[in-house]
């Protein structure tokens, strides 16, 4: 059975950094690309950002390009997300997901950690 736990969740002011973490376990998700989505009260989830098995392709979306940086250490099955120069519209719970290959459907998430920033 296949966990992702997410973890480095909490309450920073306005422009500070968090870095998020994501262990998977149950197996190795070989092939798999790892995206982290966030989902703030009253809205839909949406992408944030996403890396390939290898970590040589990358997206973001556009609000978060510049300020947020997606890489995994494959040997400890563990993705991260670098949070800089965070705004009070990057709050909400943050999950990670993988999905495999180039598909871009997902087929394990994580049950969040959630981000709060303070203006």
């Known amino acids: 059975q296949v966990q992702l736990v997410e973890s480095g969740g909490g309450l920073v002011q306005t422009g500070g950094s968090l870095r998020l973490s994501c262990v998977t376990s149950?197996?190795?998700?070989?092939?798999?690309?790892m995206g982290w989505f966030r989902q703030a009260p009253g809205k839909e989830r949406e992408f944030v950002a996403r890396?390939?098995?290898?970590?040589?392709?990358?997206s973001y979306a556009d609000s978060v390009k510049g300020r947020f940086t997606i890489s995994r250490d494959n040997a400890k099955n563990t993705v991260y997300l670098q949070m800089n120069s965070l705004k009070p519209e990057d709050a909400a719970v943050y999950y990670c997901?993988?999905?495999?290959?180039?598909?871009?459907?997902?087929?394990?998430w994580g049950q969040g950690t959630q981000v709060t920033v303070s203006s």
């Open positions: 997901a993988a999905a495999y290959g180039i598909s871009r459907k997902y087929d394990y």
């Open positions: 890396l390939s098995w290898s970590g040589g392709i990358t």
């Open positions: 149950g197996r190795t998700l070989s092939g798999y690309a």
